[in-house]
């Protein structure tokens, strides 16, 4: 773009958005900012800092000379990503509402209400790239340079329509260098603190929110061998590879399951041994445990994924590729296959070089191509690795 291009920021108050709004401020665009208002309940708690967060970006939108408008998104934030989060969980599963909120809010009731203004750009402080691939004509997701902050996977919904009409500027470096610019410039953020969890819970204890949407139904926990050693508070509340808060710490295996735990070289198997989240029945509302990081149950060489999105529009090739089951997971290599649903829509299956952990349905699987994020899937079911005992 070397023609001044109005561009539209989301300034969400933290220092990766306000250092974007900088940057195409230099390169002399015509920058405005808005807030994205996506939560309204309880937002005067201690755990919501929207207030905070809309005075910081004001103040940074103060600092660089831009405008800022406050617009409230909260009505279709409830309808579009809320809505299903509450079904998914309630149906057992653990979704990603940061990836559903990418998808219909910040790149599509954000991008509508940005080109309304007159925008022809729309940019946010996502850690990701975008490239028009030349020979093919198409626009490319493409990992940030940090590969300790990249957010494509989170970002893997995105389509042509989307990814052509949005500019990602700190994609290109590292986040020491975007305080380091927060800083030089006096930007009041600039050691503001990264938010962490679900944008609209905050910092707030997650089962405690969850328990005002989510019916309650307490139910056995078991081991591998068919002991109850507990009672769970109701399976919605309970994610694979879960290690605390099962209240079971201190029993030890038995049988067939400590000589499993002992073959695998931990000698001191027993009380002293973590309990993991590896499996949980719906219809029997059972929650299965098992004992040690590498138990066959938390290990899975196949997954299958429907729900599909890919970024071309199609999808890719049968073959060989990467993919993360999870964010901040390392890429590992698989086999992706095509999978027609009994419904009939599309899904893919992968099959692992390396059995995963803990592949957890409701989750995405996202497959790279090298540096190129392709797309991906949400998680129907996993395969666990067979149980042996040495």
Not at 238 to 265: E, F, H, P, V
């Amino acid at each position: 773009m070397s023609h001044s291009t109005r561009v539209v920021v989301g300034l969400s108050g933290g220092v990766d958005s306000a250092v974007t709004a900088h940057l195409l401020k230099q390169q002399g665009h015509d920058v405005v900012g808005i807030f994205m208002k996506n939560w309204e309940d309880d937002d005067d708690s201690e755990y919501c800092a929207s207030n905070i967060d809309f005075v910081d970006a004001a103040a940074v939108a103060d600092v660089l000379g831009i405008e800022i408008e406050h617009v409230n998104f909260a009505a279709d934030y409830k309808d579009r990503v809320f809505s299903e989060f509450v079904r998914e969980y309630q149906a057992g599963r653990t979704p990603n509402p940061d990836i559903l909120c990418n998808a219909e809010i910040k790149f599509k009731s954000f991008l509508d209400h940005a080109m309304r203004l007159g925008a022809e750009k729309i940019a946010t402080g996502h850690y990701a790239r975008v490239r028009l691939n030349t020979t093919t004509g198409r626009h490319e997701l493409l990992k940030g340079l940090d590969p300790s902050k990249d957010q494509s996977y989170f970002l893997h919904r995105l389509n042509q329509a989307q990814l052509s009409n949005t500019l990602f500027p700190v994609g290109e470096l590292n986040k020491t260098e975007v305080r380091r610019i927060a800083e030089e410039i006096g930007l009041p953020n600039a050691r503001k603190k990264d938010s962490t969890g679900i944008c609209f819970i905050g910092e707030r204890p997650f089962r405690e929110f969850l328990n005002r949407y989510i019916s309650k139904e307490p139910g056995p926990i078991k081991d591998p061998s068919g002991r109850t050693i507990g009672q769970h508070v109701g399976l919605s509340f309970y994610t694979l590879g879960q290690r605390q808060g099962l209240g079971i710490g201190g029993l030890k295996a038995k049988g067939a399951d400590m000589k499993a735990l002992q073959a695998r070289g931990l000698r001191g198997a027993g009380e002293h041994t973590p309990w993991f989240v590896a499996r949980k029945d719906i219809p029997n509302n059972t929650l299965w445990v098992v004992q040690g990081h590498e138990h066959p149950w938390l290990l899975s060489p196949q997954l299958q994924a429907t729900d599909v999105s890919w970024c071309t529009g199609e999808a890719p090739a049968p073959g060989a590729y990467a993919a993360k089951t999870r964010y901040r997971q390392t890429d590992a290599a698989c086999d992706l296959q095509a999978l027609g649903m009994p419904d009939g829509s599309r899904g893919f299956e992968l099959s692992f070089s390396d059995p995963q952990w803990a592949v957890t349905p409701g989750q995405s699987a996202v497959l790279y191509d090298g540096e190129v994020c392709l797309g991906g899937g949400v998680i129907q079911s996993a395969s666990a690795c067979p149980q042996t005992t040495g």
